[in-house]
C-alpha cells in the first residue's frame, strides 16, 4: 500500500500551546522489529497499544506517528468524552431507543477505559474530569431540542437535570443560554495534557514511540514492513488509529466524509476580566443544536481562558488552508462577543482546524481489512470515546480475544458509499451550510 497523502493540519491548538514545550521527538531512524505496529498516536492509537500491553507481557510494540503527539486530530477536538448518543447528523443526537443503549455501554467502555489510563499515569483532573456535560439551548428551538432529547433520555433510563436559564447564568457568566440539559456521565478533558501524558506513560512501560515518522508505504513480507522516510518497522499485525486517514492507506475509499471543524482559545485572561465574567472558573457546554457553538472555560496551565468550537466544512482531500482558518476565526470572535460582551477587548490568541471522520450511515470503519491489518477509524464524532473504545478491541482482535463487545461492534455494518465526486462534496457542503442557517443563534 503506497500512502497516497500525508495528513495536514492547520494552525496551532491552544490545548499544546498552552502547555510545556515538548521534549525533543524520537524519529525513526532505521529499521526496527515489533511484534505489534499502531500506526497514529491519537485515542485510537494509544489505546491500543496500552490493551496490547496489558494481553501480550513482554511483546514488543512500536507506535509510529506523524507529527508530534498532540499536535494532530487527538489535541485539537474541544475535549468532552461523551457517553451518550451524539450523532452529528441528527436534528437531535438521538436515534433508536435500544440501538441508543447499546451506544451509551459502549462508549462508556470506552471512557473507562480512558479512565483507567489517566489513573495509571497519574494525569489529574486537569487532563481528565468526570463531571459531566450540559447541552446549552440559545434559542426556543435549541430548548425545544434539549427537551426532545430529555425525553428520548428518560426513555433510555438516563440521568440528566434540566437548567433554567438563572442557573445557566450561574454557571457560565453570561445570560446568553436560556437552558441546559445536564448529563452526569460525560468527561472534560485537556485532550493535548491527555494524550501527550498517556504517551509519556506508555514509553515508561517499554513501548516504543517514534514521532515525526509518517508512514509511506506498508507492504507484506512475512507480516508488514511500514516504511517511513527514516526507517522501516517490521511487525506481524499492524493496527490502524488514523481515522480519516486510512482513505490514504487505499482502504474505505469512497465510503468516508472528511470534516473539518474549527477552533479558537482566548488569550489567558486577567484578575479583572475574570471577576467581570463570574461564573464557574472550569465549565464546558456543547450546542443543543448539533450545527452549534461548544464552549469551555478552563482554568489552570496556561491561566483561565474561554474556547469556542463552530462551524464545520466537508473537505474531500483533507486539508484547509490558512485563508479559510481566518475566516472561520472571524465568526468564533463573533460567538465570543455575543456571549461575553463584558470581555470587550479579549481576543482569541490560537486558531485551529480539527480534522474529523464520518461516515453515511454512521458505521465505524473498523475489523480486520486485511490478514494482519485492524483499522480502528471513523469515529463518526466522538474520536475521544469512541476512538478509545476502537482501539481497546482492535488490540484485542489482534490478540486474538473475544467478547460480546467486540462482536457487537463488529457486527455494524460497512461504511455505506458516498455518491461520486463533485457530487458528494457538493451535497455535503449545501447540507452543512442549510443547518448551519437553521442553527441560527446557536452558533
Not at 490493551?51 to 509510529?64: C, D, K, S, W, Y
Request: hydrophobic share 40%; charged share 25%; aromatic share 6%.
Amino acid at each position: 500500500m503506497k500512502v497516497r497523502r500525508l495528513p495536514v493540519d492547520t494552525g496551532e491548538t491552544g490545548w499544546n500551546a498552552i502547555l510545556p514545550p515538548q521534549e525533543k521527538a524520537r524519529i525513526l531512524a532505521g529499521d526496527v522489529d515489533a511484534d505489534f505496529l499502531v500506526i497514529g498516536a491519537g485515542f485510537a492509537g494509544l489505546a491500543a497499544a496500552r490493551r496490547l500491553a496489558e494481553l501480550n507481557g513482554g511483546a514488543r510494540i512500536a507506535v509510529l506517528e506523524a507529527s508530534r503527539v498532540a499536535h494532530g486530530p487527538a489535541g485539537r477536538n474541544t475535549g468532552f468524552m461523551i457517553d451518550l448518543p451524539h450523532h452529528l447528523r441528527s436534528e437531535g443526537y438521538g436515534g433508536r431507543l435500544e440501538e441508543d443503549r447499546r451506544e451509551a455501554a459502549a462508549n462508556r467502555a470506552g471512557i473507562a477505559f480512558a479512565a483507567k489510563m489517566a489513573r495509571e499515569f497519574d494525569l489529574g483532573t486537569e487532563a481528565f474530569n468526570p463531571c459531566g456535560k450540559i447541552n446549552a439551548a440559545a434559542t426556543r428551538h435549541g430548548h425545544l431540542h434539549n427537551m426532545d432529547y430529555a425525553r428520548h433520555l428518560e426513555e433510555m433510563g438516563e440521568d440528566f437535570k434540566c437548567r433554567n436559564a438563572s442557573e445557566m447564568a450561574e454557571i457560565t457568566g453570561t445570560d446568553y443560554y436560556q437552558s441546559g440539559l445536564f448529563t452526569p456521565g460525560a468527561v472534560m478533558i485537556q485532550p493535548a495534557l491527555f494524550v501527550r501524558g498517556v504517551a509519556k506513560g506508555l514509553i515508561s512501560k517499554g513501548i516504543s514511540l517514534f514521532e515525526k515518522s509518517p508512514v509511506v508505504s506498508l507492504d507484506r513480507d512475512r507480516g508488514w514492513i511500514a516504511a517511513t522516510p527514516g526507517g522501516r518497522v517490521r511487525a506481524s499485525k499492524v493496527i490502524l488509529g488514523v481515522n480519516g486517514h486510512v482513505n490514504s492507506f487505499g482502504m474505505f475509499r469512497g465510503r468516508l466524509m472528511h470534516i473539518h471543524l474549527y477552533g479558537s482559545m482566548t488569550r489567558k485572561l486577567t484578575k479583572s476580566e475574570c471577576g467581570k465574567l463570574g461564573g464557574l472558573m472550569n465549565w464546558g457546554v456543547t450546542p443543543a443544536d448539533p450545527m452549534g457553538s461548544s464552549v469551555r472555560r478552563i482554568s489552570g496551565t496556561g491561566g483561565d481562558r474561554i474556547v469556542v468550537r463552530n462551524r464545520f466544512t466537508y473537505d474531500a482531500s483533507m486539508k484547509v488552508g490558512e485563508s479559510r482558518l481566518s475566516r472561520m476565526a472571524s465568526c468564533h470572535e463573533r460567538s465570543f462577543t455575543a456571549r461575553f460582551p463584558m470581555l470587550d477587548g479579549v481576543e482569541m490568541e490560537h486558531r485551529w482546524a480539527g480534522r474529523l471522520c464520518l461516515s453515511r450511515n454512521g458505521a465505524p470503519a473498523i475489523g480486520e481489512v486485511d490478514k494482519g491489518v485492524y483499522s480502528a477509524c471513523c469515529q463518526n464524532g466522538l474520536g475521544t470515546a469512541k476512538g478509545t473504545l476502537h482501539g481497546v478491541l482492535m488490540a484485542e482482535m489482534a490478540s486474538g480475544h473475544s467478547s460480546d463487545l467486540l462482536d457487537q461492534v463488529l457486527g455494524q455494518p460497512m461504511p455505506s458509499r458516498l455518491p461520486p465526486e463533485p457530487f458528494a462534496s457538493i451535497g455535503a457542503s449545501a447540507m452543512l451550510r442549510w443547518s448551519e442557517f437553521k442553527a441560527g443563534r446557536e452558533i
